[in-house]
């Protein structure tokens, strides 16, 4: 079993929806979530971080977080052209030797204007 | 306030060259990462330096890589003899001081496109 799944896409989704993406983790452990976006040819960007069950809303964002499922989503409403991109889940991870984030593989987003 | 800083943005290296990758963290961070991501993959860890001490290395492969995170001066991520698989995008992220890098984000340089002719 991969540490981080996600479906990767493309999720094509038509301009003015509501684009749903999922990400389940192995480490139960995990104590705290971020989203990234990545364009392409471009760098990593953080766009939400959650640390607590339930949901959290920024903006468009929303990430909704289930730690007794081990899984975690980011909610884009009112999905836009601009949003295609990829995006990265990542948990921290609860083996204190290793501090750095694991990333899954990326769901690409598709928006149709 | 200069966020993560890596140079060059691009690299071409033909096959048996060295490749030197640099990257300056966040001012005051103390800690970097190294990530590799491949063509239409993921980003996948390779190596986690505090200031000249390496604290997980398990992703780097044994042979022909090698990273240090000096006093003074940029982190560096060598990479010896290179071949055409090592073409990728290296990306580099710093974080402050370890009881604050549990729970926190990294934030990520612009990377480094290496490409091997």
């Known amino acids: 079993q991969k540490e981080v799944e996600q479906n990767s896409g493309p999720l094509s989704v038509p301009e003015g929806a509501i684009a749903s993406l999922n990400c389940t983790y192995s480490d139960r452990g995990s104590q705290s979530f971020f989203w990234y976006r990545q364009y392409s040819g471009k760098s990593p960007e953080l766009i939400m971080s959650?640390?607590?069950?339930g949901d959290k809303e920024d903006g468009r964002f929303t990430a909704q977080l289930n730690k007794a499922s081990q899984y975690v989503s980011l909610l884009i409403r009112d999905s836009q052209p601009s949003d295609s991109a990829t995006y990265l889940c990542a948990p921290t991870s609860s083996y204190t030797g290793r501090r750095a984030l694991t990333f899954g593989s990326g769901t690409r987003l598709q928006v149709q204007p | 306030n200069a966020g993560v800083m890596q140079n060059p943005r691009h690299l071409v290296r033909r096959r048996g060259q060295e490749a030197r990758l640099r990257c300056s963290p966040v001012?005051?961070?103390?800690?970097v990462y190294w990530y590799r991501q491949l063509p239409e993959e993921g980003l996948k860890f390779m190596v986690y330096l505090q200031k000249e001490n390496i604290i997980d290395e398990s992703g780097m492969p044994k042979e022909r890589f090698s990273a240090e995170f000096p006093k003074e001066g940029p982190s560096i991520l060598r990479i010896q003899q290179v071949v055409r698989g090592d073409s990728a995008a290296y990306f580099c992220?710093?974080?402050?001081?370890?009881?604050?890098?549990?729970?926190?984000?990294?934030?990520f340089g612009n990377g480094t496109r290496l490409t091997v002719t």
């Open positions: 001012k005051g961070h103390s800690h």
């Open positions: 992220a710093s974080s402050p001081s370890p009881d604050r890098t549990y729970n926190s984000p990294l934030h």
């Open positions: 959650i640390y607590s069950n």
